[in-house]
């Protein structure tokens, strides 16, 4: 079965998209002054931070995912295992179409 290059290209597009709205949107909000008494609310807004930092920071790491997949369909690699150079299943790149590795070498870069 052979990839649709062009339209693999498209769907990391969309998704490059997606994401730069997304991380644009994921503004930090300066924490408010804390009055006596609002130790749960200065909690909670530390809460939020982190996830709001957490949240931005995996969107760029997908962002730097996606747009690595993109340099590979340019550079004519797309679709072969980053670490082993065999193919990716067709499936795998339908359902992660930004994945460097394919299964086994997934499994192994995790440790």
């Known amino acids: 079965m052979e990839t649709d290059l062009a339209s693999v290209r498209q769907r990391l597009q969309e998704e490059q ?28 807004q530390v809460f939020d931070q982190n996830r709001q930092r957490a949240l ?22 797309y679709g072969r295992c980053k670490r082993c150079g065999q193919p990716i299943d067709p499936a795998r790149l339908d359902a992660l179409p930004w994945t460097p590795f394919d299964l086994e070498c997934a499994r192994l870069e995790r440790g």
Not at 29 to 35: A, D, G, L, Q, R
Not at 56 to 72: G, H, K, N
């Open 17 to 44: 998209r997606r994401l730069r709205t997304e991380i644009a949107e994921e503004e930090l909000e300066n924490p408010e002054p804390m009055t006596y008494g609002s130790q749960a609310a200065a909690a909670t």
């Open 56 to 77: 931005r920071e995996r969107a760029l790491r997908e962002l730097a995912e996606v747009d690595a997949a993109v340099q590979r369909i340019d550079a004519g690699t």
